[in-house]
């Protein structure tokens, strides 16, 4: 009996071995694993998915897959290009005198330009249930009365949806959205100074949704209109702007000018649904190629496709622009091949790096960043400073992308300052002086990685009027020696330093040591090594740096009033033209000009980059405005107003079954082109977490046998036990 009982057993354990190939660990749907779904996560949660309001990119990253405004970028194009997403084609223009008559584009009479915007006629919305009409043609869930609202606690619980086309008026209404200050729209202010009638419109609707509101009323904004924004009828669209502003093109391609359906406005301003945090922060309605299905920021977020996207196709290449946009064959596989091809994303909420990093290495994410803690792990950097991966990262198949963003961080003089400030010789011989004592190399080598490059002017890499080489290269901190830029000696620097009046930092009038002052929000003692790199590099020069660490708020209320004397501050680029990284520097947007709304942080002012870039701002890329952004740049460089620091380099690793990856830094509508191979991702899982059971074989054999010596035990005790009782 005994030994029958043990062959069972190791029949059992047997049986258990095959099951090897099983995933015990996974965090995800076995099903969904195998199918077209793609794992992601989220460690902050996104506050507001209204594109009107929304302006960071965890938002963004929602709210582009569930959006169209009426242009994107090209997905596989570079430099990077504007194409149609809902329009027909690219907006035509027209230039307009004061009379309204067409004139020239180069005339000096233009006033006006006309934007039209031909809609396709074949794009529906999401299925919502803000689109259901009653028999009479009313909103059916218009009106939700206090017993409706009583079984409503989301959005499911209205059973029944429907979708309509996308139409002009959508766009005209978003618009309007922008104008209603009680929307805080970021934009609002900007576009005020280019769409015709749109500051006087803002200032007609702000009481009248304020009043609106107060009286617990629902604003509907079809009936009131905006004198540059016109429906011609259901697919046609005119936006008038003052004078010449090519840039609205890439405002064209925002999130701020996506559409609106006045249905899910009007649904969503009801009181009940908004105690119920049922609103269009939480739950976008758009025409994109996914829907927020979920919202839930304690667990889970889950886009699906959305079963009525239009027709939109992988984008193709001739072999001449596949060569410009240095384009790899793979990435064209798809060409042609109708869009989306993933059919969920699946957003976990990871508070912490390492457990999410241990996931992206079991293959339960599908593409991760890389984190300072696991950057070792990850990437190898050669003697020369190549990025490049770990051999444990190569042994799994992993890629890894990274791209210079277009962005800058840079530490600001104030020009208005009485010490560090101003345009005479001595103070630009200052700010030159601590320009090159600053090693940025040093900065980026020591705080980042090697995960950026040091700044040369304000324009970043990929973006117009950028320049490699020697002819970009800042010659008043940077010689150029063997083909490589080379920082100036420290020499150099204390010369300049004892040309502006302070030798070996003394103050040649004071006789005192010069003593500087750096406002800043880095108070947690992760920063204190930053803070000390910052001394040392004043250091260097026998200048005292005195660190001013203070909250957010009243940073930015320093700054603004023109009080601090230096500050780190960065700049994201809104579209890729030089204009969104000069106008940091244009005299007109100085912040202590202009009450601190001016994004010229440093309010630095000269006439001659003032007068350089009002001609600059409004030209298409030609040579000529290449010229005319050197001579800005040559400017800058010499009173060097900024310390150029940084621009950024982005690097993000994702797995081989997760295709179609190319790093975009001005598209947020990027997940329509990706692919997932789930049969290679099952395998890989599969062969990376197999359960390790020999243990609870050995386990259950040591247990086995443990019973069989006391069943044995036992059978002697009893033989012994007869035997007695027999004598």
């Not at 559409?259 to 922060?281: H, M, R, S, V």
């Not at 064959?329 to 059919?343: C, M, T, V």
């Not at 000069?582 to 007068?611: C, H, M, Q």
Request: aromatic letters at 12%.
């Amino acid at each position: 009996m005994g030994i029958k009982y043990i062959r069972i057993l190791l029949l059992l354990c047997m049986v258990m071995v095959p099951n090897h190939a099983m995933v015990w660990n996974s965090p995800h749907d076995s099903k969904k694993v195998k199918t077209d779904t793609l794992f992601s996560s989220f460690s902050l949660p996104p506050k507001r998915l209204d594109p009107v309001v929304s302006y960071s990119s965890n938002e963004w990253a929602i709210i582009g897959q569930v959006y169209e405004p009426p242009l994107q970028y090209n997905y596989l194009k570079r430099p990077y290009e504007l194409e149609p997403l809902t329009l027909t084609e690219m907006p035509t223009i027209r230039y307009l005198d004061k009379e309204g008559n067409t004139v020239d584009e180069h005339s000096d009479k233009v006033m006006f330009s006309e934007y039209r915007l031909d809609l396709r006629k074949d794009i529906k919305y999401q299925n919502h249930p803000c689109f259901v009409k009653d028999a009479e043609g009313r909103l059916l869930y218009g009106a939700l009365s206090y017993e409706q609202l009583k079984s409503v606690d989301s959005l499911d619980d209205l059973k029944q949806t429907a979708t309509r086309h996308l139409v002009a008026a959508d766009y005209a209404y978003a618009i309007k959205r922008m104008a209603v200050r009680q929307n805080h729209s970021p934009i609002l202010d900007s576009m005020q100074a280019y769409i015709k009638g749109l500051q006087e419109f803002s200032a007609k609707i702000t009481p009248i949704a304020k009043e609106k509101k107060k009286k617990g009323q629902i604003l509907d904004l079809r009936p009131y209109g905006i004198d540059g924004v016109k429906v011609i009828d259901s697919y046609t669209l005119v936006i008038t702007i003052k004078g010449r502003y090519p840039q609205f093109l890439y405002w064209l391609s925002m999130n701020f000018f996506a559409p609106i359906p006045w249905e899910a406005d009007l649904f969503y301003q009801q009181p009940g649904l908004i105690a119920k945090n049922l609103t269009l922060n939480w739950f976008p309605v758009g025409t994109g190629a996914y829907y927020l299905a979920q919202n839930n920021p304690n667990r889970q977020m889950r886009l699906l496709a959305n079963p009525n996207y239009h027709d939109e196709r992988y984008p193709s290449l001739s072999k001449a622009e596949q060569k410009k946009s240095n384009i790899p064959e793979a990435l064209l596989k798809d060409s042609g091949l109708k869009l989306p091809f993933i059919k969920e994303i699946v957003y976990a909420l990871e508070k912490e790096n390492i457990p999410l990093w241990n996931k992206f290495l079991q293959g339960y994410y599908d593409a991760s960043g890389i984190s300072s803690e696991a950057f070792d792990q990850a990437v190898q950097i050669s003697s020369s400073g190549t990025m490049g991966l770990s051999d444990e990262m190569k042994a799994k198949g992993i890629e890894l992308k990274g791209s210079v963003e277009p962005s800058i961080f840079y530490l600001a003089f104030n020009m208005v300052d009485p010490v560090v400030g101003g345009y005479s010789e001595s103070a630009r011989k200052l700010r030159q002086a601590i320009s090159i004592a600053q090693n940025q190399e040093e900065y980026i080598s020591i705080f980042t990685n090697e995960r950026g490059i040091a700044a040369q002017g304000p324009i970043p890499p990929g973006i117009f009027g950028y320049e490699e080489g020697e002819g970009g290269t800042n010659k008043i901190v940077y010689d150029w020696v063997d083909g490589k830029r080379v920082r100036k000696p420290l020499e150099v620097a204390k010369k300049l330093l004892a040309e502006a009046g302070y030798p070996n930092g003394i103050s040649e009038k004071t006789g005192k040591p010069l003593k500087l002052y750096y406002d800043t929000t880095a108070t947690g003692p992760d920063d204190r090594a930053l803070m000390d790199w910052r001394r040392k590099q004043f250091d260097k020069l026998g200048i005292q740096l005195v660190i001013r660490a203070t909250d957010y708020n009243r940073f930015q209320d320093k700054v603004r009033k023109g009080k601090a004397q230096l500050f780190s501050w960065g700049w994201n680029a809104d579209y890729p033209d030089p204009e969104n990284f000069l106008f940091l520097l244009y005299g007109g947007n100085a912040a202590v000009d202009t009450n601190g709304a001016g994004i010229n942080s440093s309010n630095y002012k000269n006439p001659e980059f003032d007068r350089l870039f009002n001609m600059m701002k409004t030209m298409k890329n030609t040579p000529e405005r290449m010229q005319i952004i050197k001579k800005m740049l040559k400017i800058v460089r010499e009173d060097a107003p900024w310390i150029w620091g940084v621009h950024p380099r982005s690097l993000a690793l994702s797995h081989q079954w997760y295709r179609n990856v190319l790093p975009h830094a001005m598209a947020n509508n990027t997940l329509k082109y990706k692919r997932i191979d789930a049969k290679l991702r099952v395998k890989k899982q599969q062969a990376w977490n197999q359960p390790v059971i020999s243990p609870l074989i050995l386990l259950a054999l040591f247990v086995c046998l443990a019973a069989l010596l006391l069943y044995r035990v036992y059978l002697n005790r009893q033989r012994s036990v007869i035997i007695r009782e027999e004598r």
